[in-house]
């Protein structure tokens, strides 16, 4: 199953608790751990899971992996991180998104679509380049599949796990 993880921790060059998103595909979210603690790029002490989703789907699509890749014109899944100022505090608010889309210039008209109104300057933040999405390809050696079939959506914990 997918699984979308809120990491946090520390980083060398950071005065503050620095995050960062990884995808898994696991059954159970111990599972991921070790992989986890690879992927993430600050100090290994302290890394901890601020939350995950665990997707079953996304929109009408049942989400599961394949070995092979999707065809040039089936649906993609991507991931979306948007950003905006509250008014009255400090930094940049966030939201985190699963959409499914034919190509990354409809994932980015549709996350546009789903930005909060009360947000000022509303924005789409990439993970790894501003205004941008990241299709999620390939997860753990294998290929994200959508299939249009009933599923049981996304379940959403908020929780602290120290892992490092």
Request: glycine share 10%; aromatic share 8%; charged share 25%.
């Amino acid at each position: 199953m997918l699984h979308v993880f809120m990491l946090g921790g520390r980083h060398a060059r950071a005065r503050i608790e620095v995050h960062d998103v990884a995808f898994a595909n696991v059954e159970r979210i111990e599972d991921a751990y070790p992989q986890l603690r690879r992927d993430w790029f600050g100090e290994a002490k302290g890394l901890h899971v601020d939350g995950w989703l665990a997707v079953d789907g996304v929109e009408d699509y049942r989400v599961g992996f394949g070995d092979a890749a999707p065809a040039a014109d089936e649906p993609r899944l991507f991931f979306v991180n948007l950003g905006g100022y509250v008014p009255g505090a400090l930094g940049e608010a966030h939201d985190y998104l699963l959409l499914v889309a034919p190509d990354l210039a409809a994932a980015r008209r549709k996350a546009k679509a789903l930005q909060d109104a009360r947000w000022d300057k509303p924005h789409t933040d990439a993970l790894l380049e501003v205004d941008d999405c990241i299709a999620i390809d390939q997860v753990g050696g294998r290929h994200v599949q959508l299939v249009r079939a009933a599923h049981a959506g996304i379940q959403q914990v908020s929780d602290y796990i120290v892992i490092g």
